[in-house]
């Protein structure tokens, strides 16, 4: 993902900078088995489907702008990523006035936590994360790399954000991801395809995968 997301742009892509690594004494939030528990921002737990196992965490420092808690579940075949949960909880710094833009063009509801969503296929979501060493895509890609594996090439990805505070300076972001196979009917193409817009009902078909197997409590 290369993107400021605390800025409105056309393409919602990725931020970051230098991660940490999985044992970060930073993580405020806690995984048990296949549930991370956050305590704030917000105050829920996640619970995802036994298949998951959990990978690690790390903290990330968004170009000087924001700070971010990365956290991530995979399920994983010969060191290549099948499907994952990605969770990002982020802030902006006092240090700026930035404020985390999305247009509610397409919302879900999970548990109580309402999020605006899209659906997107990469031919090779590897190399895109990898594009920019800065981003928090790559963060991502170094901590799997650190425990032998890799993100999948031809790839769905569905990106949800919820924003729990009303100054929009905080977000919760989700991507759910699954590998396509190689004969899939589903649209792929360089610069990556906005099923949303395209192939709507691939969109929805899996937007209730990433619901499917993800369980959101309040506390």
Same mark, same amino acid.
């Given at each position: 993902?290369?993107?400021?997301?605390?800025?409105?742009?056309?393409?919602?892509?990725?931020?970051?900078?230098?991660?940490?690594?999985?044992?970060?004494?930073?993580?405020?939030?806690?995984?048990?088995?296949?549930?991370?528990?956050?305590?704030?921002?917000?105050?829920?737990?996640?619970?995802?489907?036994?298949?998951?196992?959990?990978?690690?965490?790390?903290?990330?420092?968004?170009?000087?702008?924001?700070?971010? /808690?990365?956290?991530?579940?995979?399920?994983?075949?010969?060191?290549?990523?099948?499907?994952?949960?990605?969770?990002?909880?982020?802030?902006?710094?006092?240090?700026?006035?930035?404020?985390?833009?999305?247009?509610?063009?397409?919302?879900?509801?999970?548990?109580?936590?309402?999020?605006?969503?899209?659906?997107?296929?990469?031919?090779?979501?590897?190399?895109?994360?990898?594009?920019?060493?800065?981003?928090?895509?790559?963060?991502?890609?170094?901590?799997?790399?650190?425990?032998?594996?890799?993100?999948?090439?031809?790839?769905?990805?569905?990106?949800?954000?919820?924003?729990?505070?009303?100054?929009?300076?905080?977000?919760?972001?989700?991507?759910?991801?699954?590998?396509?196979?190689?004969?899939?009917?589903?649209?792929?193409?360089?610069?990556?395809?906005?099923?949303?817009? /395209?192939?709507?009902?691939?969109?929805?078909?899996?937007?209730?995968?990433?619901?499917?197997?993800?369980?959101?409590?309040?506390?």
């Amino acid at each position: 993902m290369q993107r400021f997301r605390w800025m409105l742009v056309a393409v919602i892509g990725s931020s970051l900078a230098f991660s940490q690594n999985s044992g970060s004494p930073d993580l405020r939030r806690e995984v048990n088995g296949q549930t991370l528990v956050s305590h704030e921002l917000p105050r829920a737990e996640f619970n995802l489907a036994k298949e998951f196992h959990y990978v690690g965490g790390q903290t990330v420092n968004l170009y000087g702008n924001a700070e971010a /808690e990365q956290h991530i579940f995979v399920v994983s075949k010969d060191r290549v990523v099948e499907r994952f949960y990605w969770f990002q909880f982020e802030h902006v710094l006092p240090s700026n006035k930035r404020t985390y833009d999305y247009q509610p063009d397409r919302t879900t509801d999970i548990g109580g936590l309402r999020f605006i969503y899209d659906v997107k296929t990469w031919p090779d979501y590897a190399a895109n994360q990898a594009e920019d060493p800065d981003s928090d895509g790559s963060a991502m890609a170094r901590l799997l790399d650190e425990h032998n594996l890799v993100f999948p090439k031809k790839t769905v990805r569905v990106r949800m954000f919820h924003l729990p505070t009303p100054d929009r300076r905080t977000e919760l972001m989700i991507i759910y991801g699954e590998a396509l196979p190689e004969d899939s009917t589903v649209p792929v193409r360089e610069g990556g395809v906005p099923l949303d817009k /395209e192939a709507p009902d691939s969109a929805h078909l899996f937007l209730e995968h990433a619901r499917r197997d993800l369980g959101i409590v309040k506390r």
